[in-house]
């Protein structure tokens, strides 16, 4: 079984950036989409982003189009997802998995395999 471990998070004001890293191991990354997920505080768990196995597909939540960045690098097997102009509601434990999650469809039955233990992200002044 594949393993995917997330870190990167912490603490920062409003308006401020973070770079959240999604390592892999025991998969070729190439064959998979990795989405990354959030779950705030007394909320269910929501898609932010994904992109294809090669990286030439890419999607957004509306809630972060313009903000974040999903990016990709197989030969490192690593997942970033850069956050840039980060508000209070995007605090939250933050997730990746491999995922069929291209067309935006984050339903948890779109996700193969398991989670991570996540990395909290708290955006507060």
């Known amino acids: 079984q594949w393993q995917l471990v997330e870190s990167g998070g912490g603490l920062v004001q409003p308006g401020g950036s973070l770079r959240l890293s999604c390592a892999t191991s025991?998969?070729?990354?190439?064959?998979?989409?990795i989405g990354w997920f959030r779950q705030a505080p007394g909320k269910e768990r929501e898609g932010v982003s994904c992109?294809?196995?090669?990286?030439?597909?890419?999607n957004y939540a509306d809630s972060v189009k313009g903000r974040f960045t999903i990016a990709r690098n197989n030969l490192k097997k690593t997942v970033y997802l850069q956050m840039n102009s980060l508000k209070p509601e995007d605090t939250g434990v933050y997730y990746c998995?491999?995922?069929?999650?291209?067309?935006?469809?984050?339903?948890?039955?779109?996700?193969?395999?398991?989670w991570g233990q996540g990395t909290q992200v708290t955006v507060s002044s």
């Open positions: 998995a491999t995922a069929l999650c291209l067309t935006g469809d984050y339903r948890p039955e779109n996700v193969i395999g398991s």
């Open positions: 025991g998969l070729t990354l190439d064959d998979y989409a």
């Open positions: 992109i294809s196995g090669r990286g030439t597909g890419t």
